[in-house]
T-cell receptor, first 113, second 113 residues
Framework: NAGVTQTPKFQVLKTGQSMTLQCAQD?????MYWYRQDPGMGLRLIYY???????DKGEVPNGYNVSRLNKREFSLRLESAAPSQTSVYFC????????????FGQGTRLTVV | SQQGEEDPQALSIQEGENATMNCSYK?????LQWYRQNSGRGLVHLIL?????REKHSGRLRVTLDTSKKSSSLLITASRAADTASYFC?????????????FGQGTILTVHP
């Protein structure tokens, strides 16, 4: 059982380049999330999808777009990367309940130079 | 701003000692969760305590929740070197119907053999 799978694991981009981070879960979860983690900042929510067909902004959405491709997949796109987007990105998913744990992918370490 | 504030930011103890980490939050919650992150890895769920619960145990973990003080603590008893990791509290806001979480900045725990 793979759980939550993120690709790629590492990426270096030049300022202004674009890329898409992929996330897929095989737990039949309704809700999916993208977080970024910076030193000393914990995890901050970028975007989330409460259910298939819906997406909403989180705490730090500027510079990002998302697509909930289907129930399994939720992608995060950086249209024009900036050095401030250097971070570790985590995808997570949860079931259809308030009192439910989140399952995380292994993260994507992104460096923008 | 982030919901959870954790202290201490870092904790260094000897194997066999107990480790206590604290988390405070600002608004009403459905539940509070604790996660563990080993260096360079994704987050792993440890324990969830609902807003109507005051204490919960799981193995060597003990979590308390005081909703009147908007605070929680995580106690790890008889710590082991393998417990070395970062620990995060995460809260689910009241009124949220799915698993959206807000994370604290985390506590870095180092357990010396």
């Amino acid at each position: 059982n793979a759980g939550v799978t993120q690709t790629p694991k590492f990426q270096v981009l030049k300022t202004g380049q674009s890329m898409t981070l992929q996330c897929a879960q095989d737990m039949n979860h309704n809700s999916m999330y993208w977080y970024r983690q910076d030193p000393g900042m914990g995890l901050r929510l970028i975007y989330y999808s409460a259910s298939e067909g819906t997406t909403d902004k989180g705490e730090v959405p500027n510079g990002y777009n998302v697509s909930r491709l289907n129930k399994r997949e939720f992608s995060l796109r950086l249209e024009s990367a900036a050095p401030s987007q250097t971070s570790v990105y985590f995808c997570a998913s949860t079931g259809q309940s308030t009192n439910t744990e989140a399952f995380f992918g292994q993260g994507t370490r992104l460096t923008v130079v | 701003s982030q919901q959870g504030e954790e202290d201490p930011q870092a904790l260094s103890i000897q194997e066999g000692e107990n480790a206590t980490m604290n988390c405070s939050y600002k608004t009403s919650i459905n539940n509070l969760q604790w996660y563990r992150q080993n260096s360079g890895r994704g987050l792993v769920h440890l324990i969830l305590i609902r807003s109507n619960e005051r204490e919960k145990h799981s193995g060597r973990l003990r979590v308390t929740l005081d909703t009147s003080k908007k605070s929680s603590s995580l106690l790890i008893t008889a710590s082991r070197a393998a417990d070395t990791a970062s620990y995060f509290c995460a809260t689910s806001f009241s009124g949220t119907s799915y698993g959206k979480l807000t994370f604290g900045q985390g506590t870095i725990l180092t357990v010396h053999p």
